[in-house]
């Protein structure tokens, strides 16, 4: 069985360096998890970093303190949550660093940690997008433009089932949107094959839960807004719109994109609508799905008919996907799940130091 | 204020006789507490049947025991469940019979209740659809096929915002499915007014609470199976698929619509996506849906760009319409909201009785 | 029918002005609700005030901007919400004022109130508590210490059903605590009547949702941390504890009451076990019960070994009484359940206004 | 670091050969996804049966049509689940086999599971109970009576922090019951030491996740009836008073425990309100209860006065215990919390496997 040879793989420690910035939040709390987990990093303890503001003043906090679910064991010493310095990461030799900071931030620090020859894996919003039409939305200045702008083009886009082979060799890698992830994975294979019909435009009704937005306590975060409640929210302005653009090769009037805020502490479902554009049946349709994600671990294609589920995904690196087809073999329903804090942000982010790293794609996320 | 009138004018008791079967359920247990609070039915209590099945053995029951959110007070006398037989409507002199049945009981007994001389509110899908090919769905069987038609034809789709004056004049008035009253009322302005390009299809992503799928205990109305979910089902041939066709005058390649199941008990949300005709603004729009609401007061139109949510509407009688268009000006976002158990249900049926008795559309619903 | 009796008095507008101050919060969205639909107060429309800080830059707000929910039409004239100032309150006459705002506010601002000449009914926790050492908790301030101590002498705790003669004249109203409420009732019968062995003590286990704790979004009503969660907090130290000592008349070690928060908007159930002092059977214990609220309309005592849960008692006025007695006839578990903002505040406010003006006291409550 | 210790001997794999009857409720499906990523259990796939009844019928089913959620990649070979026989158990050779089925099933099967030479972890109420008494409540029924009192006499309770050496050597393990597992592991280090004043009673306040009524649908398990609710159940007669009874030393009249069902999914949180027998200080409490779990890794005991919370032990198989004494120095509450299908059910099932074999006790359970 291919699973046991994966776990004995797995024991061989690789000694990597590895921080995280930013671990106070929800992703960087799932990075934690799994990178305390993760085969290939045993007997190395990743670097957590806070937030340069929140915790400078505090000091250093024990990381099972700041997350109690996280502590392994009770009383005994705990991993170290420090306020953020270079020079403790370069101390500490730091090889890889994550961050899950606001874009702001990681769009000033980003540089900096190349220029140190770390590699990157960029949570944010900040180095995803290259169009700067599409990347305006999150209005970021830099330092050192022209250099920002040579980074950029140097940065992956970390979908590995798109872009595996550059992932491997990037120093900068823009981990993908929650909702981008899990609309791209649904589409991507039957854009690039011409089954749809552009031209009739594809909707995109995605709905999330409230981890997306977000660890602040805000109005919109409120208990007492978000439960027993469903809102729409961002419908012709949410910025993970340009991912869906650049990353399926899309104008903007060929797609409609609108997010909903749900109910329930994690879980994406994207229902997606498009014109088929030939005469493929759902039995092609299913097979070019397969067939694109054969080498990719972490994603699970259904059956035609067999709709995903939020359950069936949370608390995995899974995407699911799943669809229909009308009667009049035109009409096209996919739905796609994913859960937003894993393969929507710390899970593909340990699957993208997988593939950085040549490991087994899947490692510590199954 | 037209509020306190209303409210002087309600304490004209009318002395109607109303009675309803099928009082076990969600949408029984609304119109009891309803009509028991309703100031033109105060001194007389509705007669309550339970179904024919499962009361007929256990004989009277307390309506306060079946459901003991509606009790009054503690200890006193309350008011009675009693199996369902026509003898009993007949002795209490029923003037307007509400059922809350699966429509194969519906089908069976409206014709009796009809031929009895009582006026009739149903809530099933059984008189919705005049169209065989669209009613085919509840594979329906009529005793007499012949009268059964008739009746059908004299059936009126109980949507007061579309059939005011028919329903006023109807002895059978089937009230709406809580889906299709959403998506129809979001709708039928801007259809009628040809502000949509229909031939670019019309995609409905609609969302309901649980206790839309009924009280029977089933894997899917199982707490672990819908909490902390989200679910897509009956993509391309649910039942009120139907009445969405009838009522707006589509064929069915013009509009697919989606519904799924959310976590939450009460409340459905439905996203419209459509193209617009002409030139139209969202002043426009906004103008059109205000004036077709005009004398509709349970409708809530918002300004554009404010778009309703599930709660502006659980536990009240309003539907709530809300829009954006997008840049290009030809792309519509709608968003319709209401409570399924009210709007969608029991709060449309006293909607409709009142407007069957030529009471205030409003009255006992605010 | 009293019920149709209550309706038909109900309809005399009595012109009385009421004012409310802290509407924004969820105690002042119920009560603008309750008194907009309240009988007696048809044909007068209630101010409404914001809060001082956070208003007053804003100057007047439509009601229904602030909460849709209530909005009773779309488009028309909507209440307004306006900076507080004694000057408009003076100016409209206001005869019963409502505050729903912090204790350190009210503890101010009451003192003014009565001194113009206005009834108060306050819902903050600033002028519940009569011993001094049980105030403390709330660290307040007085301007005029001596006459604070007088106003706090004549206020009443707004509890109808111990105090209702008290409430019937009293200038100043404490609406009580929302956990209070529902232990206070629970155990108020037989404590007054030597049924239970206050020796051995009494333990309340509350339980509370999370609108209980507030409109303001902290870390903990954050959907994240309230969601999918249970949380004891406050365990030796709760403010409402006073209330309980005060108002059942116990010593500190013979209660002990531990509030939780709840993963749901609305509703306390709490959990009360104590020991029979003599040979009480569970027969006796109902006829406690429900000889001690016989005239209490808010209150519904549940037969013997049936206990009331919070679906029953949410978005009603009611407190709902059970009790189970053990098999060795001497444990006894009540269970006590409300909503937290209608018996829990606004509701029992609006029930402290009508028996101050004596009307009915479940006018517009069912 | 010894958590990197215990991954590196985990990659021994030690070709135990496992079943599972009863893999389609929730617990199975736990105890599937444990057993499937064991460290240990590498190379070997466990048996999984279905109940008897359920899927005889059915022939095989593939363990990821079951529980999608489980699914390690899409469209390969999966585990399957078959009908339940005994030939099946033998010819894979069955060593251990986990029976995850009602109490009935279990008292049946398990003499047989024995004579053929397995060993067995029963997680059903089936054997937990030593005294008759406090079995009586199981309504058990033997084929062979005195055979199956001896089988209950050498049955070992499943709790290891209680019984770890017993368990080693056990033929048949009853795994204990969610609820009393919170309880137990809070109260007996401290009523072992005599900290505890049992005259006074204990009172065991808890609240369980709705997982915990079993996959079922019913009344009670619809999501209707669960959230936005809270109710307490079996309050003088829960199954699992024996356990508390036997395991804590108790006499019945020393303690009250009374269930509550949580709108949740899954989580357990007890609140327990005790009497200190002595002068016992916060600090001796929290050393002894150290002190007690010092060598156990799957109880977390926190500082004093650091309560524990659902959230914390979600998803883990850890035990978490907080405790707050009152400012008279004899009031104690202790917080206990766990998840209910882990800790509470698969997760010890499978802590016990690993006390069983020899391994580390917290393999696969991190």
């Given amino acids: 069985m291919e699973q046991a040879e994966s776990k004995k793989t797995a024991t061989q420690a690789s000694g990597l ?3 995280v910035a930013g671990v106070s939040g929800y ?10 987990a993760h085969p290939r990093l045993q007997g190395t303890v990743p670097t957590f970093l806070g937030r340069m503001d ?6 250093a906090q024990s990381l099972y303190d700041l997350h109690p679910q996280l502590a392994r064991h009770s009383g005994g010493p705990a991993p170290e949550v420090t306020p953020f310095t270079w020079e403790q990461l370069q101390d500490r030799g730091t090889e890889v660093l994550f961050l899950a900071l606001p874009h702001e931030q990681s769009r000033e620090w980003v540089p900096e940690a190349i220029a140190r020859g770390m590699r990157v894996i960029d949570l944010s919003g900040a180095w995803r997008l290259h169009d700067p039409a599409n990347a305006a939305v999150y209005k970021l200045h830099d330092a050192d433009p022209a250099a920002a702008a040579r980074l950029q083009a140097a940065a992956v886009y970390g979908c590995p089932e798109l872009h595996r082979s ?11 949107g929650c909702y981008a992830t899990s609309i791209i994975l649904a589409l991507a294979p039957l854009i690039q094959t011409g089954m749809l019909d552009l031209d009739r435009g594809i909707i995109a009704d995605a709905k999330s839960g409230v981890s997306g937005a977000g660890k602040a306590p805000t109005p919109k975060t409120h208990f007492m807004y978000a439960a027993d409640n469903l809102s729409a929210y961002g419908v012709f302005g949410h910025r993970h719109t340009g991912e869906l653009l650049e990353q399926l090769g899309l104008q903007s009037d060929q797609i409609q994109f609108t997010p909903h805020l749900l109910p329930i502490p994690r879980g994406i ?18 097979r070019t799905l397969r067939s694109f994600y054969a080498d990719s671990p972490m994603v699970r294609v259904r059956r035609a008919g067999e709709l995903p589920q939020i359950l069936h995904v949370a608390h ?25 804090l894993l393969k929507g942000a710390a899970g593909q982010a340990v699957q993208n130091l997988n593939v950085m790293c040549g490991w087994n794609e899947s490692e510590g996320l199954l």
């Fill in 316 to 340: 995995t690196n899974f995407c699911d996907i799943g669809f229909e087809v009308g009667p009049d073999g035109k009409r096209l329903v996919l739905v796609s799940c994913l859960d937003n």
């Fill in 27 to 36: 992703a960087g709390a799932e990075l934690a998890r799994l990178l305390l």
């Fill in 54 to 59: 929140a915790n400078s003043a505090a000091g």
């Fill in 166 to 176: 550059a992932i491997a060799g990037a120093s900068l890698v823009a981990n993908p």
């Fill in 269 to 286: 479902l994207s229902t997606i609508y498009a014109r088929l554009a030939g005469n493929a049946t759902a039995v092609d349709i299913e």
């Fill in 17 to 19: 360096r590895t921080a």
